[in-house]
Structures are given as structure tokens and as C-alpha cells.
């Protein structure tokens, strides 16, 4: 696979059109580690000003699938993406714009190897959401799995 991921951007904005109508950017986009950003906008705050938990828990599973999609892009042909479950922690009122910093939790090579072996692998991307001082306003772990294409 090519080490250039400026592809994964324009790939989440075509295949999950939440992305662009929500105004999600792409920061960052390694195979291993996304860093996408959000700007503030009014018509997605809530009632203490602040961006809806539902534009948080986007945000996060935004970053989180483009970590997906650049760790496993050459997988695709065999295995489809999907969320397993998540989990989210809100630590602080978020104001203002945001930014998502997704991680894959372990190494790629190790989620192919079970796929390889017939198995449906899970791993799990951890998600860091902050404001523009740099605090976290939020923690996400997203499980994801690859489940093998039936042919």
C-alpha cells in the first residue's frame, strides 16, 4: 500500500456524507493515527452552547474509521468494515473548535495475521477529542471488526 493517505479524506467524504455536511476536516492521516477537526458551528450546539454529544461522538468515529480505512485499505476487497460497539467519556464542556486524534491500539500486521487465519479480528481505535487550548474535552474507544466478504 502506498505510504501517501491524502486519498482517505476525500474517500470518507464520498462514502459517509455526515462527514462533509457535519464540516469534519482531516488534520492528520497516517496509517496508524487520524487527527480530524471541527469547527463551531451554531446550528450543532446544545443547550449550554457547547457541540451536540451526538457531533462528539461523530467526530471521534470519523477519526476512528479513517484510521480503519488507512490501516486496512488493501483488506477491503475481503473484509468489510464495521463497529463492534463504543464507548464515550465526557470529561469537559467542549466549546469552540474541536479536533479528534484516533489511534490504533495495536499493530495492523496483527489484525491481518487473524484475518489471514480465517478468523473475524476486532481492534480497537482510541479516540482524544479537544478544544482549541489543547484539553480534553472527551475520551472514545472505538471496536472495530473486519468481517470477511462472503463469496
Not at 29 to 41: G, H, K, Q
Not at 109 to 119: F, H, K, N, R, S
Not at 121 to 137: D, H, L, M, S
Request: proline share 6%.
Amino acid at each position: 500500500m502506498s505510504t501517501d493517505l491524502g486519498w482517505v479524506a476525500d474517500a470518507m467524504k464520498q462514502t459517509v456524507p455526515w462527514v462533509s455536511t457535519a464540516g469534519v476536516e482531516f488534520v492528520e492521516v497516517a496509517a496508524d493515527r487520524v487527527v480530524c477537526s471541527l469547527p463551531d458551528a451554531p446550528e450543532q450546539r446544545n443547550h449550554v452552547g457547547g457541540p451536540h454529544a451526538a457531533v462528539l461522538f461523530g467526530l471521534a468515529e470519523t477519526a476512528s474509521g479513517a484510521v480503519g480505512l488507512a490501516s486496512f485499505a488493501a483488506e477491503m476487497g475481503r473484509a468489510t468494515p464495521l463497529v463492534v460497539r463504543s464507548e464515550i467519556s465526557y470529561r469537559k464542556l467542549a466549546l469552540g473548535p474541536l479536533t479528534a486524534e484516533a489511534v490504533l491500539s495495536r499493530p495492523a500486521a496483527e489484525v491481518i495475521a487473524e484475518l489471514d487465519a480465517g478468523t473475524r479480528p476486532e481492534f480497537a481505535v482510541k479516540c482524544t477529542i479537544r478544544n482549541a487550548e489543547g484539553t480534553t474535552t472527551a475520551e472514545m474507544t472505538v471496536v472495530w471488526t473486519l468481517k470477511p466478504t462472503v463469496r
